[in-house]
């Protein structure tokens, strides 16, 4: 016989000489064959092998953890079923390994994504469970409560990290507040200790101003009183007058330039053959033409790079100049205007004879005068005042020279020619006649700049409020008289200054400003910064270990031995029969395993093997522990005077019956195994009664005779039943 598999494996020889080999990785067959040829019959012991299966599940449970219960052992016929118990064994604790492992990793898994930082995870005491319901249910609810206590914890720290962000931004705030006000209060701090040092010395420079100023108020008091006295004698105004305006001075590097209005037809210079002789009179290099300048046109200059006007102290960046104008000749020509680059010098106006009545041929032109510091625009206040002086007003058979509509008020001085009047109205012009020195019985001449006689054709404007500039209208009327001409036109010159051609009151002195003792700086408050949130308390979450819960028991295979019994009888059937000796031999093995998993020692090991038994004084021989299968058996010797039986009987044990069989025939089943799966009944034991006749003869060559064999068969075991067949043998 061929063996596979690795097993325990006994070799059997003839001759009592047994040989055994213990599992080894090497091929059954190969070892069968090895024996076979020492002479040495085979069988397989392979009981071991689904032990050694239900070993390996029993450590396999034990190795992974299961709770193994022991169940009671349970007994097979046959190694399949005992194998089929095994395999539904192994199954249950793959089973229960899986629902135990899928718990546990499907708990670990949601352990694992919990924050260990925050939630401490313990393990529970063990919980055993049946099925993979209840598995799954504990897994479930574990992992709800981690999940849970995790989210709830995780929650609590979001909570906590955005409070706590916003209280160390909100302190991170006021500390940087407070670092940038101590940082200033240092910075000021320094400040005003260098501020007290500075306060010191203006401090005593300004005892030292303050007695200088006290002197000076004395010595201006003086003069002031000394000049209120001249007041309304000659050449001096006729009312008081302060001036904070200075356009006394020359600005010949002063550069002009147009702001609005049409751009000059030419620029000319110093020395120009049409200036005449303006070029030695004025100071000014440059001069803007304009060859047609017409009723209704204004042009506005400014000035710029001014060093010596000045305005209550304060030197003056920029003057700006509107020149509109309001009246041209009457026969409807233009005039040429001229303007020099020093704003102190005004304007000069060219124009073509006139009809000789200055009430209907004149020009008139409006200029409105703006100053700036580098504070502002001035305003003219009763502090601040600005006195412009209007001279040069000539009264001549060439014509009369006026002003008028003036923004600031006209004063007139004591021995001018010029005088307020109506007519024009609000104007001022020489009204007692003609003002030529000559006129007036002066001993040199007044009308220039340096004469002691300016005042002659000159008239004061005073403006105290209400102003941010000042307006006037310069006017010539024409008288017809034999003029020289320029370039074969009339020459006029207006000046826009403040030239002291009149005394003025001194400008008071000023008092010095008492310094101001620097405040010190306040040291920054220490801030109060918020508490941080209070650390959370973070919940713990306990987690169970799962264990499956499984029953396992042993299993033993027993193969129930068959009995084949003998009563041997006389020829009158009732007397025992001694000294027969009948052979059983197997002829068939019905299983190929019993032999493997027998709990018996049994009569035979092979097929093909015998038993040879004698009957006792019974007349009886029991062939007991007898492998299942299909027997045959022979009556080998018997006592003198009777003939041995000439056929052999053969039988096949264990019998079986379904429920009508036995019922049919009458089977004792109490005596009887019952299959479930099978639905048979098992007879595991027969008895043969055979009773053999006297005084026939033998032939040498077999003659004939009669036997008489009673079957007394299917005798269950322990006598399940019995029945009796006669057959007759007759030998030829």
């Not at 006195?387 to 600031?408: A, M, P, Q, R, W």
């Amino acid at each position: 016989m061929l063996l596979s598999g690795y097993q325990d494996i006994s070799l059997i020889r003839k001759g009592n000489k047994i040989m055994t080999f213990k599992r080894k990785a090497i091929s059954l067959s190969l070892i069968s064959i090895l024996c076979l040829s020492q002479g040495v019959n085979v069988y397989a012991d392979t009981s071991y092998a689904f032990q050694d299966k239900l070993t390996q599940v029993r450590d396999q449970a034990k190795t992974t953890g299961l709770n193994v219960t022991e169940g009671q052992k349970v007994i097979y016929k046959t190694v399949a079923e005992a194998e089929a118990d095994i395999k539904k064994q192994e199954e249950a604790v793959k089973n229960a390994i899986a629902w135990q492992d899928a718990a546990n990793d499907n708990i670990a898994k949601a352990v694992g994504g919990v924050d260990k930082n925050l939630t401490q995870v313990t393990q529970a005491e063990t919980i055993t469970i049946d099925s993979n319901d209840e598995a799954k249910k504990i897994a479930d609810q574990a992992i709800e409560n981690v999940t849970k206590v995790d989210s709830q914890n995780k929650e609590k720290k979001s909570k906590y990290d955005t409070e706590s962000e916003k209280v160390e931004n909100e302190n991170k705030k006021i500390k940087e507040k407070y670092d940038q006000a101590q940082a200033k209060y240092s910075e000021d701090m320094a400040t005003y200790d260098k501020n007290m040092l500075i306060y010191q010395d203006l401090t005593k420079k300004y005892e030292e101003d303050l007695e200088a100023y006290k002197v000076a108020k004395d010595i201006y008091e003086k003069d002031l009183n000394e000049y209120k006295s001249k007041l309304g004698t000659e050449g001096y105004p006729k009312q008081l007058l302060f001036q904070s305006l200075n356009l006394n001075k020359g600005e010949p590097q002063a550069k002009h330039g147009v702001v609005r209005g049409p751009n000059p037809d030419e620029i000319i210079w110093k020395g120009d053959k049409r200036l005449g002789g303006y070029s030695s009179i004025l100071d000014s290099n440059g001069f803007f033409l304009y060859k047609n300048f017409t009723r209704g046109t204004t042009i506005t200059f400014n000035y710029a790079n001014l060093k010596n006007a000045t305005f209550d102290g304060d030197r003056i960046t920029g003057i700006q100049y509107d020149i509109t104008a309001v009246s041209t000749p009457s026969d409807g020509s233009g005039v040429w205007l001229v303007v020099p680059n020093d704003p102190t010098e005004g304007f000069i106006a060219y124009r073509n004879e006139g009809n000789g009545n200055w009430r209907t041929d004149r020009i008139e032109f409006r200029v409105t005068a703006r100053y700036y510091t580098a504070k502002g625009q001035v305003r003219f206040t009763e502090k601040t005042p600005g006195v412009f002086t209007h001279y040069s007003l000539n009264h001549n058979v060439i014509g009369l020279e006026y002003v008028k509509d003036s923004s600031g008020d006209l004063v007139e001085i004591t021995g001018s020619s010029i005088k307020k009047c109506n007519d024009p109205a609000n104007s001022a012009w020489a009204t007692g006649g003609g003002n030529n020195s000559s006129d007036l019985g002066l001993p040199e001449e007044w009308d220039t700049s340096s004469s002691r006689y300016a005042y002659k054709g000159a008239i004061l404007a005073s403006i105290t409020s209400g102003g941010d500039s000042y307006t006037v209208t310069y006017g010539q009327g024409d008288m017809g008289g034999a003029r020289a001409s320029h370039m074969g036109s009339y020459t006029y010159w207006f000046g826009i200054n403040t030239l002291p051609v009149s005394p003025l009151a001194k400008e008071p002195p000023k008092e010095p400003t008492k310094p101001t003792e620097p405040t010190p700086p306040v040291a920054p408050a220490v801030p109060h910064y918020d508490p941080k949130p209070q650390t959370p308390q973070y919940e713990g979450v306990t987690i169970p270990k799962v264990v499956s819960k499984v029953s396992l028991h042993e299993v033993e295979v027993q193969k129930t031995p068959v009995t084949i019994k003998i009563k041997k009888y006389k020829e009158d059937g009732t007397t025992p029969l001694e000294g027969v000796t009948y052979e059983v031999k197997w002829v068939k093995n019905s299983d190929e395993e019993q032999l493997s998993v027998a709990q018996y020692t049994p009569a035979v090991t092979e097929v093909g093997q015998s038993v040879k038994l004698t009957t006792d004084k019974n007349g009886e021989v029991d062939f007991t522990n007898l492998p299942q299968g299909e027997y045959q058996i022979t009556e080998t010797k018997t006592p003198a005077g009777y003939t041995l039986l000439k056929d052999s009987i053969k039988t096949t044990l264990p019998l079986t019956y379904t429920k009508e069989e036995a019922q049919k025939q009458n089977i004792d089943t109490s005596k009887a195994e019952w299959n479930e799966k099978e639905q048979k009944y098992y007879v595991y034991s027969a008895t043969y009664e055979v009773t053999n006749d006297k005084g026939f003869t033998i032939p040498k060559t077999g003659g004939e005779g009669i036997w008489k064999i009673g079957f007394l068969g299917m005798i269950l075991m322990f006598a399940v039943g019995s029945y009796v067949v006669s057959m007759k043998y007759k030998r030829a």
